[in-house]
């Protein structure tokens, strides 16, 4: 079976633009979530989504939004880019929808460098 | 809130040596634990998992971890190390209820010597 998938799997842009990334998550899985890792640092936790409803956000700036599809994909979107926004950005599924006791699978990340 | 510290940036063992990596948690209500690994350039791997039940946990590539409530920790050994343990190793908590939200430490990167 695939494990969880983003795309792309690097992304260039500049500072004040926008980026969307995805996320497929296991099948079967209908949870998905999202977590900025910053180089040196562990992953924080930014938005939970299962069935198509914010479960969960983290310390983040309205800049970062996300959705989940029908099919259980899910965007991260993030606008007016910063350079701090430069990270390795991580998807992870699950199969219920709430509860820390499930397993995360998470995928390989997309790394964002904004210049 | 819940938090995690694990001590030591970096740590590093000879091949064949024991693996003892430090993770200590900040949590109003008992949480679960969690262990991850990641290789250069990749996501995170589960290691092993504390949620209920048996206090020491083991988990793939002969890592364990014991939760200890009364020192709120969830130490990661294993007897023997090998090269290709040589990875960047992460504590994560997660509280029982509500969103599925793993608070992770920073991280210790473990060196194997040859």
């Known amino acids: 079976d695939a494990g969880v998938t983003q795309s792309p799997t690097h992304l260039i842009k500049t500072r004040g633009q926008q980026v969307t990334l995805r996320c497929s998550p296991i099948?079967?899985?209908?949870?998905v979530s999202w977590y900025q890792q910053v180089l040196g640092q562990g992953p924080q936790f930014i938005f939970q989504?299962?069935?198509?409803?914010?479960?969960g956000r983290g310390n983040f700036p309205d800049r970062f939004s996300a959705r989940q599809f029908p099919n259980y994909s899910s965007e991260l979107n993030v606008n007016a880019l910063l350079l701090g926004d430069s990270a390795l950005y991580l998807c992870?599924?699950?199969?219920?929808?709430?509860?820390?006791?499930?397993?995360?699978?998470f995928g390989p990340g997309t790394r964002l460098l904004v210049l | 809130a819940q938090s995690v510290t694990q001590l030591g940036s970096h740590v590093s063992v000879s091949e064949g040596a024991l693996v003892l990596l430090r993770c200590n948690y900040s949590?109003?209500?008992?949480?679960?634990l969690f262990w991850y690994v990641q290789y250069p350039n990749q996501g995170l791997q589960l290691l092993l998992k504390?949620?209920?039940?048996?206090?020491l946990v083991k988990g793939i590539n002969g890592f364990e971890a014991e939760f200890k409530k009364s020192e709120t920790s969830f130490h990661l050994t294993k007897p023997s190390a090998h090269m290709s343990d040589a990875a960047e190793y992460f504590c994560?908590?997660?509280?029982?209820?509500?969103?599925?939200?793993?608070?992770f430490g920073q991280g210790t990167r473990l060196t194997i010597n040859p």
């Open positions: 992870a599924s699950s199969f219920p929808r709430t509860g820390g006791k499930e397993t995360q699978y």
């Open positions: 099948s079967g899985h209908k949870s």
């Open positions: 989504y299962y069935e198509k409803e914010e479960r």
């Open positions: 949590s109003s209500v008992p949480p679960y």
């Open positions: 504390y949620t209920t039940g048996a206090t």
């Open positions: 994560a908590v997660s509280p029982p209820q509500g969103a599925q939200k793993l608070v």
